[in-house]
């Protein structure tokens, strides 16, 4: 199976920052990687698709790079409502596997 | 506007059988793989089973492989996930979550997700 290893497991940031969560495959996944946010209580959210492309409806402050094994995703100017946990997903082969999520907090 | 509504969630003992479901609309259902997708309390996220659009290929995550059974009806737009042997480490709230194609690993995999349905496995 793919492990994927997010960075940080936390972090804390006020709005207005630039934020950069990591996530880093076991092995090449190409750009089969997906970002999610998460709220407490509530679904999760796609973010961002296939490594660097932006959901429809998601803020252009949101951006995705990378391809291979090393991945980040940035938030460009931190929003109040930003404060979430996000997660990286691979899509390359099954068992589909999730990094262990990044929560971003004040 | 897509939908997605899981049900028959709710308490089970350990070694108990649940069967969920999960109602779609406002999309071409047969159209799509779905999947299912748990969360155990405070934890991360899990994958758990997909199924491509017409029902032929089916996947499983190693911790539920011959426990679970995934099934769907495109006639009537609703995936099903079957349940037996559970366990306490099955405890989780338990998402429906649509695929953006046709294979279990389209991109992007899950665009829409329902609420959940929470699953608790205890004596």
């Known amino acids: 199976d793919i492990q994927m290893t997010q960075s940080p497991s936390s972090l804390y940031a006020s709005a207005g920052d630039r934020v950069t969560i990591t996530c880093r495959a076991s092995?090449?996944?190409?750009?089969?990687l997906n970002w999610y946010q998460q709220k407490p209580g509530k679904a999760p959210k796609l973010l961002i698709y296939?490594?660097?492309h932006l959901q429809g409806g998601v803020p252009s402050r949101f951006s995705g790079s990378g391809s291979g094994t090393d991945f980040a995703l940035t938030i460009g100017s931190l929003q109040p409502e930003d404060f979430a946990t996000y997660y990286c997903?691979?899509?390359?082969?099954?068992?589909?596997?999730f990094g262990g999520g990044t929560k971003v907090e004040i | 506007e897509v939908q997605l509504l899981e049900s028959g969630g709710g308490w089970v003992q350990p070694g108990g059988s649940l069967r969920l479901s999960c109602a779609a609309s406002?999309?071409?259902?047969?159209?799509?793989?779905m999947n299912w997708v748990r969360q155990a309390p405070g934890k991360g996220l899990e994958w758990v089973s997909g199924?491509?659009?017409?029902?032929?290929?089916?996947y499983y995550a190693d911790s539920v492989q011959g426990r679970f059974s995934i099934s769907r009806d495109n006639s009537k737009s609703t995936l099903y996930l079957q349940m037996s042997s559970l366990r306490a480490d099955d405890t989780a709230v338990y998402y429906c979550?649509?695929?953006?194609?046709?294979?279990?690993?389209?991109?992007?995999?899950?665009?829409?997700w329902g609420q959940g349905t929470l699953v608790p496995v205890s004596s």
């Open positions: 199924i491509g659009h017409s029902g032929r290929s089916i």
């Open positions: 406002g999309f071409t259902f047969r159209n799509y793989a």
């Open positions: 296939g490594a660097s």
């Open positions: 997903q691979q899509s390359y082969i099954t068992p589909l596997t």
């Open positions: 979550a649509k695929s953006g194609g046709r294979v279990v690993t389209a991109t992007p995999p899950f665009d829409y």
């Open positions: 092995q090449s996944i190409r750009s089969y």
